[in-house]
């Protein structure tokens, strides 16, 4: 199963690029110079993405920095014992829809620590590739088009993550428990 | 309210960091965190450009409308406001499509192109529609049938099976899509009362 769907993810970005290529030939689109138009397009996207990123990003790296997170994990402890959560699970919640690369970090660091094939690893490894970063999509997707007022988009992601976490812990207990 | 979130956020670790002595810590952050968003953003100029121009061809040669007309029927019921064969679908669709296949760097341009769209379609400018929501929503649960990056460092770390977390992940981030799309339907609708 798995040689297959990776076969697919293989193939497809190659297989795509060779269709829209002679499928835009053959309707007679200029390719060469279509490509190039768009692709200015990436260019401006990213100006317009960068001012968001960067406050967003200097927002998450002081707040791991200064030891904000760890305070903020320490108050949280109790409920979690209650509940019973592994307490070396939570960094990598918690960071999971601010930063990408940070709870990339978390997980690999988990999966080094405690072994791939433990509890711990799997655990960390279902956490951290069954979502995607919220706080980040929600920058970059708004900022890329002028969106001030994210209505509820926010709310929506946050809860999502969530629901992940508790997921991830649940089906990798039944399954690997 | 990411207004809040910003603001809480940097006076939070300015006062903790003052608290524990990190200040110097706290300070560096500030930059560091700006550099990684420059970063960040000069990665996604090169993937963005190269699937810009792609999707152009696509669009142009109407092979995005033909899609878009071709699925609609299952896309416009999660957005009902998105006119029929509107090229948002097309790009929707090809942005699904990008992300169950855990082509990350694919998705990214094509749900820009998709905002981007349903952009012309908003009357306010400034504020997300509910189509937009959705597509947040859909965007940051994220199905996933391959998660290559951690099946990657699991093989990097001598896993016996690195593939065996492939369905504990699917089965995860289904229930957190699940969740999201659930969520997003209830909170339109108490939106939709709220602004009516």
């Known amino acids: ?177 | 309210m990411l207004n809040y979130i910003w603001l809480a956020l940097i006076v939070i670790s300015i006062v903790v960091g003052a608290l524990n002595g990190r200040i110097e810590a706290v300070n560096q952050a500030a930059f560091e965190g700006a550099k990684t968003g420059v970063t960040v953003c000069f990665g996604l100029l090169s993937v963005l450009a190269f699937w810009m121009g792609m999707m152009r061809i696509a669009e142009k040669s109407g092979l995005l409308e033909g899609l878009a007309r071709l699925l609609s029927p299952i896309i416009s019921r999660l957005f009902p406001d998105v006119p029929k064969g509107h090229p948002a679908m097309g790009y929707i669709l090809s942005n699904m499509s990008a992300n169950l296949l855990g082509l990350g760097n694919a998705a990214t341009p094509m749900g820009l192109k998709a905002m981007e769209e349903l952009q012309k379609l908003n009357p306010d400018k400034q504020k997300a529609t509910p189509a937009m929501c959705t597509l947040l929503a859909i965007n940051t649960a994220s199905i996933t049938l391959i998660p290559t990056t951690m099946i990657a460092i699991r093989m990097q770390y001598g896993s016996a099976n690195p593939v065996e977390i492939v369905g504990t992940t699917l089965l995860a981030s289904f229930g957190a899509t699940v969740v999201a799309l659930t969520l997003d339907r209830l909170y339109r609708y108490r939106h939709e009362r709220k602004t009516r």
């Open chain 1, 1 to 177: 199963m798995y040689q297959w769907i990776s076969m697919i993810s293989l193939w497809a970005i190659p297989v795509m690029i060779a269709f829209i290529l002679v499928y835009g030939w053959s309707r007679s689109v200029p390719v060469y110079e279509t490509f190039v138009d768009g692709a200015k397009g990436g260019l401006t996207t990213t100006v317009r993405i960068l001012p968001h990123l960067v406050a967003m990003m200097v927002a998450v790296t002081m707040f791991r920095e200064s030891g904000a997170l760890e305070w903020l994990l320490s108050l949280m402890s109790p409920l979690l014992e209650l509940l019973h959560v592994p307490e070396e699970i939570v960094p990598l919640a918690l960071l999971r829809p601010i930063t990408g690369t940070g709870s990339l970090a978390v997980a690999t660091d988990m999966i080094a620590q405690y072994g791939p094939d433990s509890f711990l690893g799997r655990l960390a490894a279902t956490m951290q590739g069954s979502t995607d970063t919220t706080l980040y999509v929600l920058t970059v997707y708004f900022g890329a088009v002028g969106i001030r007022n994210s209505a509820y988009a926010l709310r929506v992601g946050l809860w999502s993550d969530l629901a992940g976490v508790i997921f991830s812990l649940v089906i990798v207990s039944y399954v690997f428990g």
